[in-house]
């Protein structure tokens, strides 16, 4: 199937400090990715859908100016969390839909996702 | 969808047993669904999906689901699990209004298959 990748897999960072994660789909074109935020034992929770080469849609209560994101590419989309808090410690997760057939129902392929430490 | 509710947080069982988990959502059109599954220190897996047709569904690992649109349920079924199979299975729900495509994902059950 198909592969998605994000780097770093984990990261610790002083508070105050920005931290970019990269996805990348390895063997597809994904026009839309889609990050999530993964809370312990608690759902995925969508925080914007990025869109290759334009400005990505953002959730209600999720801060466009703290999570900036950038889908330069059809293979890479990246997020960076601006002086981040101990409160940005989670789990963050990507997806890449491949438009094989043109059907937004096409299948999500998701990253393994990045394990971020803010101290 | 409104929401995605997923039944039981955890569900132990014993090995070669049947399991079901239970996944019902709410929602005011057409929807889409989904099951994940992830294993521990990876990404999520497309277990199986219900986009139209048969409302049985057959996936990889074994796994099958039922779509039961007046029930609004789309519980995942396996009869008879192995150890690999303990993870945690995510349901979701896609649906496609004026704001776009979007997926809605449930709680999570977490499986745990005892020998």
């Known amino acids: 199937g198909a592969v998605v990748s994000q780097h770093p897999s984990r990261v610790i960072c002083k508070s105050g400090t920005s931290v970019k994660i990269e996805c990348r789909s390895l063997?597809?074109?994904?026009?839309?990715m889609f990050w999530y935020r993964q809370f312990p034992k608690k759902s995925l929770m969508l925080m914007a859908t990025?869109?290759?080469?334009?400005?990505?849609?953002?959730e209600q209560g999720v801060e466009k100016d703290k999570f900036l994101i950038n889908h330069a590419s059809l293979t890479l989309s990246t997020l960076t969390v601006t002086s981040a808090h101990p409160e940005d410690s989670s789990f963050y997760i990507c997806s890449a839909r491949m438009l094989a057939s043109g059907s937004v129902t096409d299948t999500q392929y998701f990253g393994p996702g990045t394990r971020l430490t803010v101290l | 969808a409104q929401s995605v509710t997923q039944l039981d947080s955890q569900v132990p069982v014993f090995e070669e047993a049947p399991v079901e988990l239970r996944c019902n959502y709410s929602s005011s059109v057409s929807v889409y669904l989904f099951w994940y599954v992830q294993y521990p220190n990876q990404g999520l897996q497309l277990l199986l999906k219900y986009l139209s047709g048969s409302t049985l569904v057959k996936g990889i690992n074994g796994f099958e689901a039922e779509f039961n649109k007046s029930q609004t349920s789309f519980h995942l079924r396996k009869p008879s699990v192995h150890i690999s199979d303990t993870a945690e299975y995510f349901c979701a729900v896609s649906e496609y209004n004026t704001g776009g495509f979007k997926t809605i994902f449930g709680a999570g059950t977490r499986l745990f298959v005892k020998a």
């Open positions: 063997d597809f074109q994904a026009t839309t």
């Open positions: 990025s869109n290759e080469g334009s400005k990505a849609t953002y």
